[in-house]
């Protein structure tokens, strides 16, 4: 009777560590098969260690997930600062004509940069008033070359209503053609006298990327011998458009 008691337990002892075993079997299969859906390359068959570096491999790259979400955060957060400092304002109006037209200026308040971006003739010219500096360029759509003259009070009074628009958060700006102002200048050519840009700032530099620039030399009205090539209108949000024409004058 007592061996067969012995027998029963050593029995019953066996089949409780085939019952664990079998439980602890199905545990690390069921986390081998939560790891296949994150990770493809952990086979469901893997037992034990396996199991447990596919758990490691996960804790890893939930905290990559967590760091590049900081950093992304963070980049975002870094850019929208950066391109805080410019900000476009849309102007329409209607010309002369009574032809809708529409241009960009944006404005970078640091630097007291307004540039403006004109369609003209399917070309694009660009005009960037550099207050700090006290010059205008013109970077003429369709011609390979930049124009610059010094800066005057009105330029002043005309792009401080351009940054106060932009302050306000004036974005889109219609210009009534019955209370805007429309007025014509002339600006001669000296082509003979070509400016290093290195020596106008970093912002026209930049704009003119190493196309031959000039100075320009305001006139009244050009002779009738010189011929006028180029015209472009500028309007401003005090209701003030100017028609720019340009010509050659002699050197």
Not at 127 to 132: E, G, I, N, P
Not at 197 to 220: A, F
Request: proline fraction near 2%; include cysteine; charge should be positive.
């Amino acid at each position: 009777m007592n061996s067969v008691d012995v027998h029963s337990s050593r029995s019953q002892t066996g089949e409780g560590n085939c019952r664990q075993h079998s439980q602890s079997m199905e545990r690390s299969r069921r986390i081998a098969n939560t790891l296949k859906g994150v990770f493809p390359f952990v086979q469901a068959d893997r037992l034990g260690a396996e199991a447990g570096i596919g758990l490691r491999i996960l804790c890893g790259a939930l905290v990559l997930l967590v760091v590049a979400a900081v950093i992304g955060v963070s980049a975002v957060g870094i850019l929208n600062l950066r391109g805080s400092n410019q900000q476009a304002v849309q102007i329409t109006f209607h010309d002369v004509q009574g032809a809708t037209i529409s241009q960009s200026a944006v404005v970078n308040k640091e630097e007291d940069l307004v540039t403006y971006h004109i369609m003209d003739r399917n070309h694009t010219t660009v005009v960037l008033f550099d207050s700090k500096n006290g010059l205008v360029c013109y970077q003429l759509g369709g011609s390979n070359i930049c124009l610059v003259r010094k800066m005057l009070a009105a330029d002043q009074e005309n792009i401080h209503t351009v940054i106060t628009a932009q302050e306000q958060k004036f974005n889109q700006l219609l210009l009534l053609r019955n209370e805007t102002q429309f007025s014509r200048e002339y600006l001669g050519i000296l082509s003979r006298k070509k400016v290093d840009p290195l020596t106008l700032g970093q912002h026209i530099d930049s704009l003119c990327n190493q196309t031959p620039v000039y100075w320009l030399q305001k006139s009244n009205r050009p002779g009738r011998q010189r011929l006028i090539y180029f015209c472009i209108d500028i309007c401003f949000p005090n209701n003030v458009c100017v028609s720019v024409c340009f010509y050659y004058l002699p050197d």
